[in-house]
């Protein structure tokens, strides 16, 4: 093996077992939390009311802030800046049975990073489905939050599922940063097996491989299930009538 036994032998594939497995469940947690918020961040945004302006003003700033600050930046912030007050502790202290403050803070950072994003992707697509078809769904005795859910929403995530899949790829990769709050992830234990054998290059290659073939097969997983919808369904792109919305669910 060469100077590759440094991480194709104990210890050193333990350690990138280890931070593969700390890896995954950072891309999971961020990927799950930020695209809820992300969808209700984009129906707050959308709404129309003249009471709901301060709400839209308050999610708008959200999104522009968040998008537009580097995420090592806001990674830094709640790992020394927020987690240092006693309060944010107490609250989060439950899970330190499971998760360290710094796994905590790398998925907070990493959430509100990505529902900013991901939340321009819902409201693009709110934004594409004619205006008819929620008043069609709202004639036709559902309430607006009920129209929203069973006719607009399904027809959002179906237009918008390979721009959803290219920010769930991104959270994907950058998990990595959280390097700097000192999370064990797989960039972390690749430097532990560089500072120990003195292989960085052979540890980061073996990352950069591992990173592709996760992000390969998300893409993969992707791409059939937007094939499987567009068969499913007719034209890719084309929405589909409140009638049609109904039968599918029925």
């Known amino acids: 093996m060469g100077n590759w036994d440094s991480v194709l ?5 333990g350690m990138l077992w280890d931070g593969l497995l700390v890896t995954l469940q950072l ?5 799950a939390f930020s695209t809820v918020i992300g969808m209700l961040v984009a129906l707050g945004r959308v709404t129309k009311s003249p009471q709901t302006a301060p709400l839209r003003w308050l999610l708008t700033a959200y ?3 968040f998008r537009n600050v580097p ?3 806001q990674l830094v912030f709640w790992g020394f800046a927020v987690f240092s007050v006693d309060a944010v502790r107490a609250i989060f202290a439950p899970l330190n049975v499971i998760y360290s403050n710094a796994f905590i803070a790398g998925v907070l950072g990493l959430t509100v990073y990505t529902s900013a994003y991901i939340a321009e992707v819902f409201r693009s697509g709110l934004q594409s489905i004619p205006k008819g078809q929620m008043e069609a769904a709202r004639a036709s005795g559902l309430s607006y939050w009920s129209a929203m859910f069973s006719v607009i929403i399904p027809q959002v995530l179906r237009t918008t599922i390979g721009a959803l899949g290219n920010q769930w790829i991104g959270a994907t990769k950058n998990t990595s940063i959280v390097l700097f709050l000192g999370v064990a992830d797989l960039v972390f234990q690749a430097q532990e097996i560089e500072a120990a054998t003195f292989r960085g290059v052979q540890a980061l290659t073996a990352v950069a491989v591992i990173f592709a073939v996760i992000c390969l097969a998300e893409s993969f997983l992707l791409s059939r299930i937007e094939r499987r919808l567009a068969r499913k369904r007719g034209k890719p792109r084309a929405p589909m009538t409140v009638t049609q919305v109904i039968r599918t669910q029925a």
């Open 9 to 13: 032998t104990q210890p050193g594939l």
């Open 27 to 31: 891309a999971f947690y961020a990927i």
């Open 63 to 65: 999104v522009e802030f």
């Open 71 to 73: 995420l090592v930046v």
